[in-house]
């Protein structure tokens, strides 16, 4: 779908600009630290798609350069740039889709939950400006540690009345295009037809890839579960390590979030066959959060898919026992600190 939609240039048919077959392009999406490193990459991913026909671009500094940059493709939506605290309720209003890379990354020897004292701040206002001008749009929430910040998120909109919990995603898609690529890789097939679901969480032991449910079926060898399960855990640190202080994924995580984006709008657009791993509040576990796959529709969260945790492999069984405590207690650590603000 992916490479479908994201054709940089729509088909025309014929002489008079009719188009055929593509999408309408009607959607309105803001990127909250749009001019960051996973921002600037995933903006022009989202300037490419058929189905946006407004683009909004927030940051605290040095958005307006990238704006006036991708304005210049000649794809169909309107890129408009917003600077500061005083610019951000005019960024979010009548937007349907926000995503929130705003906060800063992880340097080599940090964990995901050492981003925490920073980054809670900053998802708690972003958050708190959008139940206040869009609360009825998609959140996607991307800043680490995710398995934090998305609670937090959760507690403001419940403090501002209008929580829904079909509608709040912690964005965890480069942990399934990781998996999907490696265990392409390590077996030899076609990367385009690889799905491997990932659960659990966003950080070392709590992502859980279920390489047993991967299709088309493939089977493994004990030594090919754990090569490939602790290669999709620590896929974040091996690119923090390679960039040496620079930051960490970008690329590939505004590939992964664009992919996201995607697959919101065209749940939003009626498509009744989009499905996605990602860190929602439910009850598939005793965990008030925790990233499965779900059925995306017009209103979000159409279903959890629970099979998915059915049927499991003692090392996948053992596994997802043993993350539980971790996620449990960074779950806790969100809901506290916004708690303690309200
Ligand atoms: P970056 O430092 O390159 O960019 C972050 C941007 O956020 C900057 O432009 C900065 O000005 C902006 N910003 C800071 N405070 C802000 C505020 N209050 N409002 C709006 N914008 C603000 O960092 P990056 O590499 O783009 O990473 C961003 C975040 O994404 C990090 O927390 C990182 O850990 C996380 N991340 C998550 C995943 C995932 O899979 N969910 C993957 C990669 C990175
Ligand atoms: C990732 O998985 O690449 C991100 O969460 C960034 C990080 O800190 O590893």
Redesign the pocket.
Known sequence: ALRASFAPNAQKTNQSHQYHLQPQASYKVAV????????QPLALLIKMSPLVSDLHL?????VKGVAADLSHCNTPSQVKDFTGASELANALKGIDVVVI??????KPGMT?DD?FNI?AG?VR??VSAVADNCPDAFIH????P?NSTVPIAAEVLKQKGVFDRKKLF??????VVRANTFVAQKKGLKLIDVDVPVVGG?AGITILPLLSKTRPTASFADEEIQELTIRIQNA?TEVVEAKAGA????LS?AY?AARFVESSLRALDGDGDVYECTFVESEVTELPFFASRVKLGRKGVEAVITSDLQGLTEFEQKALEALKAELKASIEKGIDFASKQA
């Open positions: 909250l630290g749009a001019a960051g490193g996973i921002g927030y940051d605290i500094a040095n890379p705003a906060g800063v990354p992880r995901r981003l980054n900053i206002d972003l929430i991307i800043s680490n995710v912690g964005v965890t898609t480069l942990d966003h974040g930051g960490s994924a970008t995580m992964a």
